[in-house]
């Protein structure tokens, strides 16, 4: 659990004494019972879009392919 809270301070320049700021903020909002479901939402809508950004990859390649095909022109 400790690398949490290194990913967010090398990424957004947070330390400690913010993180736990944020983290009281969101329980006076939405209190102790949501969050762990808006948690496991958050965490299901990454995965799906890592999910979907895989899958746009191998769709692209074959496109790339075709265009390099030369198209053949009638008899002129």
Do not use: C, R, Y
Request: no cysteine; glycine share 10%; hydrophobic share 45%.
């Amino acid at each position: 659990m400790t690398a949490l809270p290194a990913i967010f301070a090398g990424i957004l320049g947070l330390g400690a004494p913010e993180l736990v700021v944020i983290l009281i903020i969101m329980l006076v909002l939405f209190g102790g019972a949501k969050l762990p479901s808006l948690a496991k939402g958050l965490g299901q809508s990454i995965k799906e879009f890592k999910k979907a950004a895989k899958d746009d990859e191998p769709e692209a390649k074959p496109a790339e392919k075709k265009e390099e095909v030369p198209k053949t022109l009638g008899s002129n």
